[in-house]
């Protein structure tokens, strides 16, 4: 039987002989990544945004056709949320980030589902599209999530997808998620990922969703992620949610333009590497996406008014959330490694190029 990632892998060796190891799993990043630096997670809704984000992520910052900067490219994790699937029809997304795939084949990437519930999670598993999906059952008591996680797991496992899931709460609002912080026990986490042999975790140390993350000087809990690493297995892969920095002057240019986005604030970006340090290996970024793209289209209408073309927008758009992109890879360590961590997938697939273990 060919399982999702063989299919994966087999479409693309087809497709490009020299470059076969494109749409990758998480687990496969993961594992070049762990301890030296986090990969970045960044979810899109449009095209726009995905043209921004794998120029970025190949260090192109003005056009398509720019050469490779080895200094900045770097692997990512493309994120699709229950709400961008919904936005227009996930087979839209998907077929964006198909065509970019093609456009830009040096790229190495996973797609994952962000936030998925059960019902999703299995519509991505049998899609043959993701490489990874989240289940996220947080708001659940700890036995009912294990036992939701764990029916997950064993489905996206036979197909060769990796899970991540969720233990404990953030705060903040994104889309339809509203939480109220509840840190993540390490007890737990321990027991967590014993008994549901999930992939990666999305541990709660402080941050939460939206623009809204932090008052006074509050930042990450390094003490409690610290305990999560020693209880947790070796080498074992841990998540930071709600990560965006919500820099200043991206809200201020807003404000500038009309906005009303007071007391914005976000997580420390000085914080990225010290948390990959400790076992973090992806990080969350979606909230710093939308305040790029917020902030340039309100600036355009406001300086033309007389303009009705969108394209113009996008287009300094595009080149403005590439360049963010390429800041955000160099905080967070990843920045430079696009063929370190190529040569690492090549040495160390298995057979069927994903995480199935064949």
Same mark, same amino acid.
């Given at each position: 039987?060919?399982?999702?990632?063989?299919?994966?892998?087999?479409?693309?060796?087809?497709?490009?002989?020299?470059?076969?190891?494109?749409?990758?799993?998480?687990?496969?990043?993961?594992?070049?990544?762990?301890? +030296?630096?986090?990969?970045?997670?960044?979810?899109?809704?449009?095209?726009?945004?995905?043209?921004?984000?794998?120029?970025?992520?190949?260090?192109?910052?003005?056009?398509?056709?720019?050469?490779?900067?080895?200094?900045?490219?770097?692997?990512?994790?493309?994120?699709?949320?229950?709400?961008?699937?919904?936005?227009?029809?996930?087979?839209?997304?998907?077929?964006?980030? @198909?065509?970019?795939?093609?456009?830009?084949?040096?790229?190495?990437?996973?797609?994952?589902?962000?936030?998925?519930?059960?019902?999703?999670?299995?519509?991505?598993?049998?899609?043959?599209?993701?490489?990874?999906?989240?289940?996220? =059952?947080?708001?659940?008591?700890?036995?009912?999530?294990?036992?939701?996680?764990? @029916?997950?797991?064993?489905?996206?496992?036979?197909?060769?997808?990796?899970?991540?899931?969720?233990?404990?709460?953030?705060?903040?609002?994104?889309?339809?998620?509203?939480?109220?912080?509840?840190?993540?026990?390490?007890?737990?986490? =321990?027991?967590?990922?014993?008994?549901?042999?999930?992939?990666?975790?999305?541990?709660?140390?402080?941050?939460?969703?939206?623009?809204?993350?932090?008052?006074?000087?509050?930042?990450?809990?390094?003490?409690?992620?610290?305990?999560?690493? +020693?209880?947790?297995?070796?080498?074992?892969?841990?998540?930071?949610?709600?990560?965006?920095?919500?820099?200043?002057?991206?809200?201020?240019?807003?404000?500038?333009?009309?906005?009303?986005?007071?007391?914005?604030?976000?997580?420390?970006?000085?914080?990225?590497?010290?948390?990959?340090?400790?076992?973090?290996?992806?990080?969350?970024?979606?909230?710093?996406?939308?305040?790029?793209?917020?902030?340039?289209? @309100?600036?355009?209408?406001?300086?033309?008014?007389?303009?009705?073309?969108?394209?113009?927008?996008?287009?300094?758009?595009?080149?403005?959330?590439?360049?963010?992109?390429?800041? +955000?890879?160099?905080?967070?360590?990843?920045?430079?490694?696009?063929?370190?961590?190529?040569?690492?997938?090549?040495?160390?697939?298995?057979?069927?190029?994903?995480?199935?273990? @064949?």
């Amino acid at each position: 039987m060919v399982c999702a990632g063989e299919l994966l892998f087999l479409q693309t060796q087809t497709k490009n002989q020299e470059n076969p190891y494109m749409i990758v799993t998480t687990k496969d990043l993961f594992q070049h990544a762990y301890g +030296k630096y986090a990969i970045g997670a960044y979810n899109i809704n449009n095209l726009e945004q995905t043209i921004g984000l794998f120029r970025g992520n190949l260090g192109k910052k003005g056009s398509n056709d720019d050469a490779l900067d080895g200094t900045t490219s770097a692997p990512f994790i493309l994120q699709i949320s229950r709400g961008a699937r919904s936005y227009s029809d996930k087979r839209m997304l998907e077929a964006l980030i @198909r065509t970019a795939d093609e456009v830009f084949p040096e790229v190495i990437f996973a797609v994952h589902l962000d936030h998925g519930t059960e019902e999703v999670c299995y519509d991505c598993i049998d899609s043959g599209f993701y490489s990874s999906v989240m289940i996220d =059952a947080s708001h659940e008591e700890f036995a009912k999530n294990i036992e939701i996680t764990k @029916r997950v797991v064993d489905k996206a496992h036979a197909k060769g997808v990796v899970v991540e899931a969720e233990l404990g709460q953030l705060g903040g609002v994104e889309e339809d998620i509203v939480g109220s912080v509840k840190l993540t026990d390490p007890d737990q986490a =321990a027991e967590f990922i014993e008994k549901t042999g999930v992939d990666s975790l999305a541990v709660a140390i402080g941050t939460s969703h939206g623009a809204f993350k932090f008052s006074g000087k509050q930042g990450l809990h390094f003490d409690v992620l610290e305990k999560i690493q +020693k209880v947790a297995p070796k080498n074992f892969p841990l998540v930071m949610h709600g990560s965006s920095s919500v820099p200043k002057d991206w809200v201020e240019r807003i404000n500038n333009a009309g906005g009303k986005l007071k007391d914005a604030s976000g997580v420390d970006e000085k914080q990225y590497l010290p948390a990959a340090k400790l076992g973090v290996t992806k990080i969350n970024i979606d909230t710093d996406g939308r305040l790029v793209w917020c902030a340039i289209h @309100r600036e355009h209408f406001r300086d033309t008014p007389e303009d009705f073309d969108l394209r113009p927008a996008g287009k300094t758009f595009m080149k403005a959330y590439a360049e963010y992109i390429i800041h +955000k890879n160099t905080m967070l360590g990843s920045a430079g490694q696009l063929e370190s961590a190529r040569g690492s997938l090549k040495g160390g697939k298995s057979s069927c190029g994903c995480a199935c273990g @064949r």
